[in-house]
C-alpha cells in the first residue's frame, strides 16, 4: 500500500506565478489535510477536505489560496499570484474515517521556493 | 482541542531510553492522545497513539497517568536517527482528524 503522494517535491515559481501542489492520499482514505511549514517554524493547519467538500478552511489565508480534493484524481493545493513569503514545505496528510483513534499518514511534502 | 506543554528540547545518550514527557492538563474524556516525529524537514511520522490505557509497538512505548493529565512516550533503546522533533498531540473524537501541532521536543541522541 503506497503510502500519501505528494508531488512534486520541490517547486520553484517566480513572484506572481501560480503554483500547483498535488496529493494522492493513501488507498481507501477519503480526508485529506494540508498544512504548511514555513522555515524553522512549526506546522500550521490549512484545510481539511473530503472527496468534492470543504469541511474546515479556518487556516486558509483569504485571498489567493485555493483548494480541492475531486471526486477522481488527486487533492490540489492552488496559490495564485505567488509572494516570497509563501516559500515554505506543504504537507498533505490522509485518514480513512473520522473516528477519533485513526491516525493520519503524511506524505514527504513540497518545498515551494518563490524566487 | 486540549493544548499541551512538552520542553522544548532533551538530549538522549544512544542505546539508552528517551523518556519524552507530555503535560495535558485540560485533556476531556474522549479526546486521544498522539505522538508524531518530524525527522529534518521530512514529514511527520505517526509513532503511537492512547485513550487511557498504556500502548507498546514496535517503536515506543506510550505512558498516560491514571488521571490523564499527563503522559511519556518512551523509545527504549535510541538511536541517532531517533533524532527528531517530537509532538503530543491530543485530539477530540469528532474533530475530523485535524492536528494540531505545537512547539513539540527537539530530541538529539548523542553518541
Known amino acids: 500500500n503506497a503510502g500519501v503522494m505528494q508531488n512534486p517535491r520541490h517547486l520553484v515559481r517566480r513572484r506572481g506565478q501560480e503554483a500547483r501542489l498535488r496529493c494522492s492520499p493513501m488507498?481507501?482514505?477519503?480526508?485529506v489535510y494540508w498544512y504548511r511549514q514555513l522555515p524553522e517554524e512549526g506546522l500550521k493547519f490549512m484545510v481539511y477536505?473530503?472527496?468534492?467538500?470543504?469541511?474546515?478552511e479556518s487556516g486558509m489565508p483569504k485571498e489567493r489560496f485555493s483548494a480541492e480534493f475531486p471526486k477522481e484524481g488527486p487533492s490540489i493545493l492552488r496559490i495564485q499570484q505567488v509572494v516570497r513569503g509563501d516559500s515554505a514545505a506543504y504537507f498533505c496528510?490522509?485518514?480513512?474515517?473520522?473516528?477519533?483513534?485513526?491516525?493520519?499518514?503524511f506524505g514527504q511534502g513540497t518545498r515551494l521556493t518563490v524566487v | 482541542d486540549a493544548k499541551t506543554t512538552q520542553p522544548p528540547s532533551m538530549d538522549c545518550a544512544e542505546g539508552r531510553a528517551a523518556n519524552l514527557p507530555c503535560n495535558h492538563s485540560?485533556?476531556?474524556?474522549?479526546?486521544?492522545v498522539y505522538w508524531y516525529r518530524q525527522i529534518h524537514s521530512q514529514g511527520p511520522q505517526y509513532i503511537i497513539h492512547?485513550?487511557?490505557n498504556n500502548e507498546t509497538n514496535e517503536m515506543a512505548s506510550l505512558i498516560i497517568t491514571e488521571d490523564r493529565k499527563s503522559s511519556t512516550l518512551i523509545l527504549p533503546h535510541a538511536t541517532l536517527r531517533d533524532t527528531a522533533v517530537y509532538y503530543c498531540?491530543?485530539?477530540?473524537?469528532?474533530?475530523?482528524?485535524?492536528?494540531?501541532f505545537g512547539g513539540g521536543t527537539r530530541l538529539m541522541v548523542k553518541p
Open positions: 477536505l473530503q472527496k468534492e467538500n470543504i469541511i474546515d
Open positions: 496528510a490522509s485518514s480513512p474515517d473520522l473516528g477519533g483513534s485513526t491516525e493520519a499518514f
Open positions: 492512547g485513550l487511557k
Open positions: 485540560t485533556i476531556s474524556g474522549n479526546e486521544y
Open positions: 498531540i491530543v485530539r477530540l473524537n469528532n474533530a475530523g482528524n485535524m492536528l494540531t
Open positions: 488507498k481507501g482514505h477519503s480526508h
